[in-house]
Every structure is written in structure tokens, then in C-alpha cells.
């Protein structure tokens, strides 16, 4: 890699960061493309946060990523937010312009493209169960909210988390039949026989972390199962779903895509998103 003297920082922010696949992806795509770019870990603890955020206008840097534990608290520090971002209540994204520093979220337009790209799945009309309401929830309803589904129940260990995404976005998308429900089999058995999309949106599945058990054989031929988990790539909740001939849609695409959004949101140029996924692949698989 060439550093010169016209050299632009890229970078991402978050803590902890020294698990992050990020600068691998994006620096294998400013490497393909020939950019005179560099993407940087930045390891930010959160009583830090606002001077690493000025240091993006200080430093002349040209674009970040926010990641754990900052994609909300940002919000504040910024000068301006996209639409989406302020739907979300998160960002992931910022760019510099000319000072402006500008919050965006790519995470749910990520996760749309490779649901699209990778599973072949269209959520306009469809029946879809999300897992979770989260920060990584609200980012994927928000995107799928968009696409026109007839229906999309949310289901939560805490119910009431679930009820309010559902009050919240009932406002924005009346035309949506919106349902919360406890994470729990006896709820979910039903909804499961007419989906045609189940994701998780929680940690569950992720290494360490508790395991997903749904009633997956309830669901029909042909619907996806997808998780945004990609540590492992294949989780036992996925491995179910394969076992029972469903549709398997991992969180690499995920990853990958947000990733490529971003890239051309500070470069203006498509990303090379074969070679990012080929890196992020080779890195999950040598950890
Ligand atoms: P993120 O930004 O990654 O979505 P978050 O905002 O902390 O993280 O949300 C975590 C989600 O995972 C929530 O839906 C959470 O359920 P609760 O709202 O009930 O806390 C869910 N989650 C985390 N650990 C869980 C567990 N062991 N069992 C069930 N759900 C879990």
C-alpha cells in the first residue's frame, strides 16, 4: 500500500474495534479500484466520541463508519442526518463534506440488497416474521417497511420493546398489517406457517451468545430463513432451516453490502463487492 501526500483517511470508529472486518473489506476495494485511500481502525471509547468526531472536521478525513457502542449517541454531534438515519435513530455512515459532517445509515439498504441479491427474495406483498427490536431491527423493518409487505410481526423476548416499533411504525406505514408478539413458540407457531421470511435481528446464534429455537418445520417449502449473525456464517438457527430444504440467507451479504453502500457514498464509485465478500469470507474463516 502507497501512502502519498494526497492520501484520503477512511476509517471506522467503535469500541471495542480490533474485531472488526471492516478495514480488510474496504481497503481490498480501494486497493482493486487504485484509490489513494486508506481505511483506519479507530479503537473511540465513548467518553471520547466527541473529540474523534471533531477530529473527522480537524483531520480533513473523508468518511467513517460508527459502529458499537456510538450508531445512536453520533446522532448529536452531527450537522446533518439522511431521512433514513433519522427513521433508524442510528448511524453508520458519516462523510465530510467540506466540514458538513453528514450521518447516514446503510445497514437496512445492505441487508435489503442482499436479501434481493444473495436469496433472491422481493418483500412487496409478502408475509414476513423479524426476530428482535432493536438498533439492528429498527435499521431492517425500516427497510423492508419500504418495500411494501402485506405483513410483518415482531417478535421480542421483551414484548413491550416490540409493541412500541410496532405503535411507531404503524404511523409511517398504514397500508402494513404491523403485529408485536412474544419470542416464544406457541406465538410464533402460527404466523410461521403462512411467512415467507423469518430473520433474526438478535445476537442469539452469535458465538457465545444463547442459541435461537424456533419452530422452524412449521414454516412453508420455499420461504428464507435469513440472520444477520455472520460469526458463525452458518448459525444452528440456518443450519435448521437447511436441514429442513428452507432458503438460507447468511449475514455476510449483509455485512458486505452496507459495507459497498458506504464506499460509494465517500467514493461516488460502485464498489467492488465480489472482492469484498471474498476478503471478509477468507477473514471469517482463518479467526
Ligand atoms: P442491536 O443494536 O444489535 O440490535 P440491541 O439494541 O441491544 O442490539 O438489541 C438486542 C436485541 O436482541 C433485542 O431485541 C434483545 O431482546 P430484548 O429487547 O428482550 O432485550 C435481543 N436479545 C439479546 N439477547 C437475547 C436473549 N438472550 N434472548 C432473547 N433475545 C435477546
Redesign the pocket.
Known sequence: MKISGRTRILGIFGHPIGHTLSPAMHNAAIEALGLDMVYIPFSVRPSRLKDAVEAIRGLDILGINITIPHKEVVIDLLDKLSEEARAIGAVNTIINSNGMLIGLNTDGQGYLRSLKGDAGFNPKGRDIVLV??????RGILTALAGEGPASIIIA???TS?AESLVDEFKVKFPDIDLRACA?DTSELKDPLKTAALLIN????GMEG??RLELPLEEMPGGAVVSDIVYKPLKTDFLKKAQDLGLVVHDGLGMLVQQGAISFKIWTGLDAPVDIMRNVVERALEEE
Open positions: 428482535g427490536a432493536g438498533g439492528a431491527a421480542n423476548r421483551t420493546k419470542l435481528t438478535t445476537s442469539l451468545k444463547g
